[in-house]
């Protein structure tokens, strides 16, 4: 039921996606061609999904909710797109297939996730002209776009090339892993909300539930680096521990990361039961603490 529930999520979100960033013959079709590479290949649609379910336990309609759930995909795979790049993790593998640099060049995925960013905006801001509550819209907007920023993913990125060049130590590991992957997942989940027009106590519980399995869901990401399999990833194994890492393997070990996970998803869990059926989020949180790819 429940990954009947996330495919059904990922076909509405794949389809609205191709329209969103259409192919084309412009003179600047090659950055277009690199975009949508990484847009549409792939990925398990976690954030937008996300979204879509919280504007709905909110009370909305899934398909209002659709272009804000887009741009938040769009967002998400220009941060793979950076941070797959030389200058950053150099990876070669995403989604099962070659990183964009690779499969195109550098300057082409430099501008490709660049792309992806502007149209993100652009997609809500049109959205939200026409939006039942355009307020909603905006408090929605500026919510995504300070997890994305300087004070949420960028900042926690920022914070881990630091960590991995020794210039920042251990005890900034759960602030930089809050920002970096629990930031796009709070935009998800509080953005749905805000959609929504939720109350203050809804927006918090969606807060926290982000907040907990984000954490989990990073543990996990960590643990699977160094004992996951690239072919069921989809993307390089290792990396981790060739770059000399500080993650929460290194730290805890892999029964305290287990232990952890296992503490966290059931915070998350607990987070969400006064939603009217949280069902989806709770299973979600439990497929994604035991998650092989
Ligand atoms: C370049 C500003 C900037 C940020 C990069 C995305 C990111 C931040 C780093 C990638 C490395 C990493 C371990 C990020 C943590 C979040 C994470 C596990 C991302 C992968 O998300 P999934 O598993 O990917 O949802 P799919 O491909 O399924 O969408």
Redesign the pocket.
């Known amino acids: 039921m429940f990954k009947q529930q996330l495919a059904e999520y990922a076909r509405l979100i794949e389809a609205a996606l191709d329209k969103f960033l259409p192919d084309s013959s412009m003179p600047q079709k090659r950055v277009v061609d690199a975009a949508r590479y990484s847009l549409l290949g792939?990925?398990?649609?976690?954030?937008p999904a996300l979204l879509l379910e919280f504007y709905q336990l909110c009370g909305g309609r899934a398909d209002e909710a659709l272009p804000f759930a887009c741009a938040l995909?769009m967002i998400?795979?220009?941060?793979?797109i950076?941070?797959d790049l030389p200058c950053?993790?150099d990876d070669d593998l995403?989604?099962g297939r070659a990183t964009c640099h690779k499969a195109f060049d550098e300057w082409t995925a430099v501008l490709a996730?660049d792309a992806l960013l502007n149209r993100a905006y652009e997609v809500m801001a049109d959205a939200a002209i026409d939006f039942p509550r355009p307020q909603d819209a905006v408090r929605a907007m500026n919510h995504i776009a300070h997890c994305a920023g300087l004070y949420g993913?960028?900042g926690?990125?920022t914070m881990?090339l630091q960590m991995e060049a020794g210039r920042l130590g251990a005890d900034n590991l759960e602030q930089m892993v809050s920002l970096?992957?629990g930031a796009?997942l709070s935009a998800a989940c509080v953005g749905g909300c805000l959609l929504a027009g939720a109350s203050q106590e809804q927006c918090q519980a969606a807060e926290q539930y982000a907040r907990s399995f984000g954490l989990a869901?990073?543990i996990r990401?960590d643990v699977l680096?160094a004992e996951g399999s690239e072919q069921e990833l989809?993307k390089t194994i290792g990396s981790d521990e060739k770059d000399g890492k500080t993650t929460y393997l290194t730290v805890c070990g892999p029964e305290e990361c287990r232990r952890r996970i296992d503490a966290l998803t059931q915070e998350a869990l607990q987070a969400v039961q006064s939603f009217p059926d949280s069902a989806f989020l709770c299973e979600l949180a439990w497929w994604l603490a035991d998650r092989t790819s």
């Open positions: 792939g990925g398990k649609r976690l954030r995909e998400h795979t220009y941060s793979l950076h941070d950053m993790d995403r989604r996730g993913m960028v926690g990125q881990d970096k992957t796009l869901f990073q990401d680096d989809g």
